[in-house]
């Protein structure tokens, strides 16, 4: 059977992007043999409170922080749209660029896959993707309900994403540093440095601009 063309995805408000985030993506690429992996900053999550930094500053870091990386590239449709960045509707839109023979890999964490069914339209996004899920040794999913019993239905292999365009849900083991975006804005808030959680050019866009000096702003 042909290989198809894979393309992973990574999306997040990044405020502000970190190793972590970047490591995850890089991870993922190489250990599934993806073609290409691209990360998506989201304008307005739905289901949180929207970033306090702007989409052109969360875009700018997003940009320096790969710009050293050539298996890592931004892909900012989402910050063009005025209105909540809905992953079924991103998925329709990159779906009609590629064609219907390109795997699409939508990559998330364990804690997303937990409350994946708060999601809009959510049980449609296998129709358009694989669900490809970083979790850490020993991880867990509630024991019953719509969830675990989704993914036992859709669950496969990670070397099915190179026969299938979509339609499988693939739990991958990683290193999964344990930095936080709410850490790092905290450190910064206090008057601290969070070098070597970030990447020194994102470090030092923070420092210009003057972002998450203010404690109260953002979550």
């Known amino acids: 059977m042909n290989t198809l063309k894979t393309l992973g995805l990574f999306g997040g408000t990044f405020d502000p992007i970190h190793n972590g985030h970047l490591r995850m993506a890089l991870e993922w690429k190489q250990q599934l043999g993806l073609d290409e992996m691209r990360l998506l900053p989201c304008h307005q999550p739905p289901h949180r409170d929207k970033p306090g930094r702007s989409s052109e500053d969360r875009a700018a870091m997003v940009r320096l922080a790969v710009e050293e990386c050539s298996e890592l590239t931004v892909d900012e449709r989402e910050l063009r749209r ?3 960045s809905y992953t079924v509707e991103t998925l329709q839109e990159i779906r009609q660029e590629v064609g219907a023979d390109v795997s699409l890999c939508w990559c998330v964490g364990m804690d997303s ?5 708060q999601w809009y339209r959510w049980r449609d996004l296998l129709g358009l993707a694989h ?3 970083a979790a850490r040794p020993g991880w867990g999913l509630p024991l019953t309900g719509e969830i675990p019993d989704w993914v036992a239905e859709h669950k496969m292999a990670a070397e099915e994403l190179h026969l299938k365009p979509h339609g ?3 739990v991958t083991e990683q290193s999964l540093l344990d930095i936080s975006a709410t850490e790092i804005r905290h450190i910064i808030s206090v008057g601290q440095s969070p070098e070597f959680l970030l990447p020194s050019a994102v470090w030092h866009y923070i420092e210009k601009a003057k972002l998450y000096q203010d404690p109260g702003v953002g979550s």
């Open 168 to 170: 499988g849900v693939v």
């Open 113 to 117: 896959l937990v409350t994946l069914n």
């Open 131 to 133: 669900l490809v899920v």
């Open 82 to 84: 005025d209105k909540p």
